[in-house]
């Protein structure tokens, strides 16, 4: 019995629905997961009654991107209280932030010559949390790039010419914001930051947990974070951080995370919600 708890579907920038997403987890055997779109919750309902129908727990979540120290570091949130008004509101001020960066992207490819209009991209999108690889797969499906990755290679990754910086908001509001929701605060994917000199700062800020185990963390990487997780007694996370077929192939299965881990995560949810909220939270 096992948990995966990175997931993105069609309601951020994932291929999967999240019914498919659900009997993809079904068919690995997955007891626990956690759908973790981008800047929103709205499609956990519909993965919650999928799971619920094939005796799946589903684990309402999101991830949130943050700065600290002048470093972007992506922030997943579980156990979100999904009715939160304030989480709401700010979710919208980020999709609207998300949308925004479409039309500037969409505008600089424009300047170079590449005709690719924002309406194509919200077209594919089809969500309120668009991103890059929906920009990739306009370009795709226009003519106008022969792959997704040669759309990244050329126009989308960071220094290219349609490339624009993601909103953000800091690290320590982000953790507030999801602890003000009744939930916990986890580094996705650390190991791709490769700043591990933010974390005792993250910690500081109120971090809960760190994700240990991800598709892109090598073996040794995951003891690294192991050991780091029990110097700062942080929770332990891991998961797939599949997005349908973005990547070539889905990544579901690639990590099994043993239950004990979301035990822990659940034991520190409940006692954080017993916690008061700050005043001005």
């Not at 951020?12 to 079904?26: L, V």
């Not at 991103?131 to 797969?137: F, I, L, S, W």
């Not at 947990?209 to 942080?234: K, N, P, V, W």
Request: with cysteine; proline share 5%.
């Amino acid at each position: 019995m096992f948990a995966d708890l990175h997931m993105h579907t069609t309601f951020s920038d994932g291929t999967f629905s999240p019914e498919e997403m659900a009997r993809a987890a079904n068919q690995h055997q997955l007891t626990i997961v956690a759908l973790t779109d981008h800047d929103t919750v709205a499609g956990c309902a519909r993965m919650g009654a999928e799971c619920a129908r094939l005796g799946i727990e589903l684990v309402p979540a999101t991830e949130l991107t943050a700065e600290i120290d002048g470093i972007e570091v992506h922030l997943l949130g579980y156990f979100i209280d999904l009715g939160n008004p304030r989480f709401l509101t700010n979710l919208v001020k980020f999709q609207e932030a998300r949308q925004n960066r479409i039309h500037e992207m969409a505008a600089r490819l424009q300047r170079q010559g590449v005709p690719l209009k924002a309406e194509a991209v919200f077209a594919i999108a089809k969500c309120e949390s668009p991103g890059r690889p929906h920009v990739a797969r306009a370009l795709v499906q226009a003519g106008l790039c022969n792959t997704v990755d040669q759309a990244f290679d050329r126009y989308l990754k960071k220094n290219r010419p349609a490339w624009v910086p993601k909103f953000t908001i800091s690290a320590h509001d982000a953790i507030e914001l999801i602890h003000h929701a009744g939930g916990l605060a986890v580094i996705a994917h650390p190991a791709l930051n490769q700043s591990d000199d933010i974390i005792p700062t993250l910690v500081e800020a109120g971090i809960d947990g760190i994700e240990c185990f991800h598709t892109r963390h090598s073996t040794a990487a995951s003891q690294h974070y192991l050991l780091m997780a029990d110097h700062f007694d942080l929770a332990v996370t891991g998961g797939s951080d599949c997005h349908g077929m973005n990547r070539g192939k889905p990544l579901m299965g690639s990590i099994k995370l043993p239950l004990v881990y979301v035990e822990a995560l659940r034991k520190r949810a409940a006692a954080r919600r017993e916690k008061p909220l700050n005043a001005a939270a």
